[in-house]
């Protein structure tokens, strides 16, 4: 459910404003963004052409 509710939260305000500590990455990662799930997991996202695409899911970005 909390999945859920960042992607209804990202459709709704976008790429940096909401739920989840919405947070733009760097380096390799440039040009993502990704929000808490919880304290260990990501909801790594970017959009394009007005789509939301999901990138990484119950992960840290860090670990991959």
Do not use: A, W
Not at 8 to 23: A, S, V
Not at 38 to 56: A, K, S, T
Request: hydrophobic fraction near 30%; proline fraction near 2%.
């Amino acid at each position: 459910q909390k999945i859920n509710d960042l992607i209804k939260d990202i459709e709704r305000n976008g790429l940096l404003i909401g739920i989840g500590k919405p947070e733009r990455l760097k380096g390799e990662l440039n040009g993502l963004y990704s929000r808490r799930i919880n304290y260990e997991h990501r909801l790594v996202y970017y959009i394009e052409d007005n789509n939301l695409f999901i990138v990484g899911c119950k992960t840290h970005y860090k670990n991959n």
